[in-house]
Nanobody
Framework: QVQLVESGGGLVQPGGSLRLSCAASGSIFIIYAMGWYRQAPGKQRELAAAITSGGRTNYADSVKGRFTISRDFAKKTVYLQMNSLKPEDTAVYYC???????????????WGQGTQVTVSS
């Protein structure tokens, strides 16, 4: 099994910044990619940003230029630096990891429990 633990959410004013962290642990053989998805009330979960083991990144159009994803796969950790936050960024942010399990050799997605980000004055 693989566990993902997120941290760094909270309440911030519009224009402010937050940094999310997600640490993976457990039966990990290979990390192919990690990323952050978000789900606002009444909306579907959507990709915010993702990064591969090779460093290739993918961002939602709505966060480009404001969010930066980075990773330290040696530490099995991914970060999301969120700047110039807007009220529409308010959501639960979920960490995702695309992993090959060390014991089963199966490749599958794992999810964290989510961390709330609220942007409000």
């Amino acid at each position: 099994q693989v566990q993902l633990v997120e941290s760094g959410g909270g309440l911030v004013q519009p224009g402010g910044s937050l940094r999310l962290s997600c640490a993976a642990s457990g039966s990990i053989f290979i990390i192919y990619a990690m990323g952050w998805y978000r789900q606002a009330p009444g909306k579907q979960r959507e990709l915010a940003a993702a990064i591969t083991s090779g460093g290739r990144t993918n961002y939602a159009d709505s966060v480009k230029g404001r969010f930066t994803i980075s990773r330290d796969f040696a530490k099995k950790t991914v970060y999301l630096q969120m700047n110039s936050l807007k009220p529409e960024d308010t959501a639960v942010y979920y960490c995702n990891a695309d992993v090959k399990d060390r014991e089963s050799y199966y490749r599958q997605d794992y999810w964290g429990q989510g961390t709330q980000v609220t942007v409000s004055s």
